[in-house]
């Protein structure tokens, strides 16, 4: 049947995605290699939510989301994060620290496919998350290029990779916007955490998403606090 074959071509549409950004990065173009990630996670989104809805998911699907996620959200990002250093040091090896996001990357998928604890809440950072963030680096450079720079500091850029890096291993439980019910006492941080973001994306349009992310971050550690079951 036709349909069982859709989830998993949203999930290649991930990885062409993902290699797209790649090549932008080779060519230069950081922002539109950003913008490819943005369009990964939109795949990245209805993938799951098509193999859901047509009850075809599988074993197989399981292991090529893990793989396309790793082109899109970790070396994509990776590469993004190499050319920037790449940009402000003449140094042939310091960039290379950016190789961080790789490594870590492909600790978090792969801990993501045998954490049984993860099947309603996330343990670190997602892949996803940590790739909109530095996306978010060169976009902020070209719509708001009174920031860059703050954004062409090597030392910034490094504290960045290395924090990030282990953020995603991180035994931290974050939000995960999968809601059971629609309850307001049940999904109160999920509800301020949508709230929030929207405020900040209509305010701050591509300063945003730094502003998000660490939103995402503090209320899930206030969730935590507050003793609230997380859910993905």
Request: charged share 15%.
């Amino acid at each position: 049947m036709i349909k069982k074959h859709i989830p998993n071509a949203l999930t290649c549409a991930n990885a062409v995605s993902g290699g797209i950004g790649i090549v932008k990065c080779f060519e230069g173009a950081l922002h539109e290699a950003a913008a490819m990630i943005l369009i990964a996670a939109v795949f990245d989104f209805f993938d799951g939510f098509a193999a859901r809805m047509l009850k075809v998911s599988s074993p197989m699907g399981k292991e090529l989301d893990s793989m396309a996620d790793m082109v899109s959200f970790g070396v994509l990002p990776a590469m993004i994060m190499y050319k920037l250093m790449q940009g402000v040091t003449g140094d042939p090896y310091l960039p290379l620290i950016s190789m961080l996001i790789v490594a870590f990357s492909a600790l978090r998928l792969a801990k993501f496919n045998i954490d049984t604890r993860q099947s309603d809440s996330f343990i670190g950072v997602p892949t996803p998350t940590n790739a909109l963030l530095i996306g978010s680096l060169p976009v902020i450079k070209v719509f708001h290029p009174e920031y860059a720079p703050y954004i062409d500091n090597l030392w910034l850029l490094i504290a960045v990779t290395v924090i990030m890096s282990l953020l995603l291993v991180a035994e931290l439980p974050l939000l995960a916007l999968k809601f059971k019910d629609f309850n307001f006492a049940n999904n109160k941080f999920r509800f301020i955490l949508i709230g929030t973001a929207l405020i900040l994306i209509v305010a701050f349009k591509a300063l945003s998403v730094p502003l998000v992310v660490a939103a995402y971050i503090v209320l899930s550690v206030v969730n935590n606090m507050a003793g609230s079951t997380g859910g993905k």
